[in-house]
């Protein structure tokens, strides 16, 4: 226990967003994904300022769990560099989390 991160990526579009996070939980890397409504990201890419549609994920999972996530990022995801970035849960409802770690392969 203790071990609890959320993982944040965005994806272009929101089939493949569902896909992704789908696959996440049926694969017991992920308790839960929240897909979020489309959103406007403006980033530097190959010195350019770039703009796009997205949708945010928010990956809840362990620790131990990340480079099997990563992993599975890498290998679906449309984008050459996507993001990945892990936040560390600092607390939350002990029952939430301990559903966490029942339903999130060990």
């Known amino acids: 226990m203790g071990d ?9 579009d929101q089939s493949g967003a569902e896909q992704l996070a ?3 939980v049926e694969k017991k890397l992920a308790a839960c994904v929240n897909i979020l409504p489309p959103m406007t990201s403006v ?9 796009g549609r997205e949708h945010q994920l928010v990956i ?11 992993q599975l990022v890498a290998e679906r995801h449309p984008y050459e560099l996507p993001e990945l970035l892990v936040l560390p849960v600092q607390g939350g409802s002990r029952n939430y989390l301990a559903w966490i770690d029942e339903v999130t392969d060990d």
């Open 43 to 51: 980033y530097r890419w190959r010195g350019n300022v770039e703009s």
């Open 60 to 70: 809840k999972t362990r620790q131990h769990l990340f480079s099997r996530v990563e």
């Open 4 to 12: 609890r991160i959320m993982v944040l990526t965005t994806y272009p």
């Open 22 to 24: 789908r696959e996440l």
